[in-house]
């Protein structure tokens, strides 16, 4: 199966699915798997006078899906980052509900409103 028809699984059985981080590269088969799906905006920040653009968790948990997929876990945030690196990001509570392959490198499919296991 493929990666985009793992998420169209999820949409099909009405699960909420959002894209919180997906860094294309500028593969046009990365894009093409987000097609259709809503892109959760990435937050500005500024750091020793350059702009970059990091997932902005704030966003993704207040619009709280069900699913949100996140890429490149092992990227260090920018300083000034709620968190260091990208996988504390999604380990915050609540908890991820999986960590899968539907991206090629290390990814996520985060429910963020799902509580931390073991305290459902």
Not at 13 to 25: I, L, W
Not at 76 to 95: A, F, L, Y
Request: aromatic share 6%.
């Amino acid at each position: 199966m493929t990666r985009r028809g793992q998420l169209r699984i999820y949409q099909e059985r009405g699960a909420d699915v959002v894209v919180g981080f997906v860094e294309t590269h500028g593969r046009t088969k990365t894009a093409d798997l987000l097609t259709g799906l809503e892109i959760i905006p990435r937050k500005r920040m500024t750091h020793r006078g350059h702009e970059f653009t990091e997932m902005d968790v704030d966003a993704i948990l207040a619009r709280k899906p069900e699913i949100a997929v996140v890429d490149e876990l092992a990227h260090t945030n920018v300083p000034g980052s709620r968190n260091e690196k990208r996988w504390q990001d999604i380990e915050e509570p609540p908890k991820p509900t999986t960590c899968g392959s539907i991206w090629p490198s290390c990814a996520a499919s985060w429910n963020p409103n799902r509580p931390a296991p073991g305290t459902w």
